[in-house]
């Protein structure tokens, strides 16, 4: 059964959603992100994708604290991106209790150092970031496209025994127009046992619904949440 996991995106500690990556498009949703986590843990989901926009923008992590206090209340598995950039903020990520870290703009501009957390903590903590522009690799907050595709980008970190990948395509993202399903189902066709997270203009239930027929492990939703476009109460059939 695939894996609802809720989005929690954090500027200047509260919670918030941006459309298509852009900053100047910010709608802040709640001020306590912890009573948003509450809420999600009480419908009985059990994950929770946690981005530090401030860090995403400033290269270093800022909302460590959030994480913190989030990990700290509830009994949500947390994965954690936004900033994530050195052996420090690495530290600091699972110091402050994310189960999971999350790295994209460094698994494309510092290969050595996301490479080396792969072997230092595990495929198991480590989760490849890859948003996607058309079919180019999308890196720091959206801002900047990389010149790699996805597949090769894919490729390289299958050679290092990646499990997990989080895809976003950026043109859906936060639009509320539906995901990109044919994206999922050509990644899944390709690399059959990675653990792949869709991500990015999940809207309905339905589309749940496809996403668990592609076997895909997991599936982020956000704004869909937030807009009350898809209930808690839905979901409650695809918790294990």
């Known amino acids: 059964m695939i894996e609802i996991i809720p989005a929690i995106d954090i500027i200047d500690g509260k919670c918030v959603r941006l459309t298509q990556g852009d900053y100047d498009q910010k709608k802040i949703y709640n001020e306590n992100p912890l009573e948003v986590a509450k809420s999600f843990e009480g419908a009985g989901l059990k994950r929770l994708h946690m981005v530090d926009l401030d860090g995403a923008r400033s290269k270093h ?98 050679k290092e025994h990646i499990k997990y990948a989080i895809c976003t395509d950026i043109a859906k993202d936060g639009l509320l127009s539906g995901t990109s399903i044919d994206l999922y189902q050509k990644i899944q066709q390709k690399y059959p046992t990675l653990k792949l997270i869709a991500s990015g203009g999940v809207t309905t239930v339905k589309e749940i619904e496809k996403l668990n027929e592609l076997n895909t492990f997991g599936v982020i939703i956000g704004k869909a949440l937030y807009e009350g476009k898809i209930k808690l109460s839905e979901l409650t059939k695809f918790l294990i």
């Open 61 to 158: 992590i800022v909302n460590y604290k959030v994480l913190e206090t989030v990990a700290s209340n509830t009994s949500l598995k947390i994965d954690f991106g936004g900033g994530v950039k050195t052996d420090d903020d690495i530290k600091i990520a699972f110091d402050s209790g994310a189960q999971q870290v999350t790295g994209g703009s460094i698994a494309v501009k510092d290969k050595p150092t996301f490479k080396s957390w792969l072997k230092q903590y595990g495929p198991e903590k480590i989760i490849l970031g890859a948003d996607v522009k058309g079919d180019k690799i999308a890196i720091s907050g959206w801002e900047e496209e990389a010149t790699e595709t996805l597949f090769d980008f894919l490729d390289e970190y299958e």
